[in-house]
């Protein structure tokens, strides 16, 4: 579900930035970085449940047993990554459009 919202969001974003419709048509815009900033925040999660001190609280139990040989750190940290460049594009973006 979250794959095709991203999806939609960025066909209508690239169809916006193309075409430079005015500001009160930017749904689009606004749905896309709802859509990354809510994706951020489970990334976060899944980031701060591999780390010792919260360690699988995001898991059920049931699946803590294996869910370590799951995900490796070089995993972890892209994922992490990823996530904090889509926040910093959104602020680039939204920064960008109220320059304008």
């Given amino acids: 579900m ?3 919202l991203d999806a939609a969001s960025v066909a209508a974003s690239v169809r916006w930035a193309v075409t430079n419709v005015s ?5 689009p815009m606004r749905l896309a970085a709802a859509a990354i900033i809510v994706h951020a925040a489970r990334v976060m999660i899944f980031v701060l449940g591999r780390l010792r001190p919260f360690k699988d609280f995001d ?3 049931e699946h803590r047993a294996d869910h370590d040989q799951t995900w490796n750190w070089g995993q972890v940290y892209f994922a ?11 602020a680039v973006v939204r920064k960008r459009i109220r320059s304008t």
């Fill in 23 to 27: 500001r009160n048509r930017v749904l």
């Fill in 80 to 90: 992490a990554v990823m996530s904090a460049l889509g926040v910093v594009g959104v």
């Fill in 59 to 61: 898991v059920r139990p």
């Fill in 2 to 4: 979250e794959l095709v």
